[in-house]
């Protein structure tokens, strides 16, 4: 059995659900340091790519933000 680190749930919600975001990687499996981690897998060996997105904060701010995706595996 492989050992749950937070770039094995990165991993899997890429392959599974897809796209992630801070907000996302925070709310679902605690992870505060997503582009970190980011950082480590494409070290790894693995292609993901990074999306601006826009949208607007609680306050109806303009804001962006970054959606990861996998496009390969080492």
Request: hydrophobic content about 30%.
């Amino acid at each position: 059995m492989e050992k749950r680190t937070q770039c094995s749930d990165i991993l899997w919600h890429l392959r599974f659900k897809g796209g992630i975001t801070a907000m996302t990687a925070y709310r679902e499996y605690g992870i505060t340091r997503l582009s970190a981690r980011i950082y480590d897998l494409r070290d790894r060996g693995y292609v993901i790519e990074n999306i601006k997105q826009t949208g607007k904060d609680r306050r109806g701010k303009q804001t962006t933000w970054d959606e990861y995706r996998l496009v390969s595996e080492p």
